[in-house]
């Protein structure tokens, strides 16, 4: 990675330091190529990408290679990253400690270091997952269910929402439809040049 992410990186590390005054909480930034034409935006990490301290490693990293294999869209072609860059945890009724979908004050509190992250990266499309990435990408609260599978070109650079792998795997009916937007993103792509 250039000095330029690098910069952004620790500038983001410091800033949210100062945030979460007395929290170890782990950051998890982008990984892929920097001169990716395809950004992907997940939600925030989850267990195993907070140990791992990388994006998309865990059951829907795999959900998301599996679909991006079967499209011949290859990882190392993409940028991944997240719209929220620690995990979001709640303790459960059994009193266990699991993921839960970051706030809209967290969203927003994040929201400057993506566009910072897209800045850099400059790909000609940005990919969101969910409603998460979606809302942090656009600045607006839409809804997936409204606009997955479509380029929404009033954006710099333009994005195109997905539904998010894991939620794929918990609700199968999405899983033909989620299927045909990848058919459709990879149409799209092919004829950007
Ligand atoms: N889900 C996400 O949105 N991002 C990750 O990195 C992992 C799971």
New binding site residues.
Partial sequence: MTAAWNRLKKECADFFRQIYVGEDRVL?FGEGDENARWMLV?????E??ALAGR???????EQLDAFLQAFELRREELY?T?AVKFRPTRVSAAGRTVNRTPTQEEIALWRPWLQREIELIKPKMVIT??N??LRAATGAQLMIGDVHGQTLPDYSPPIFPLY???SVIYRKALHETYLNDLTELKAVIENVD
């Fill in positions: 998890v997940g939600e925030a990490p989850g195993k990408e994006p998309f490693v865990g059951k829907a990293g991944v997240n997952m969910g998460t990435a998010h792998p894991a």
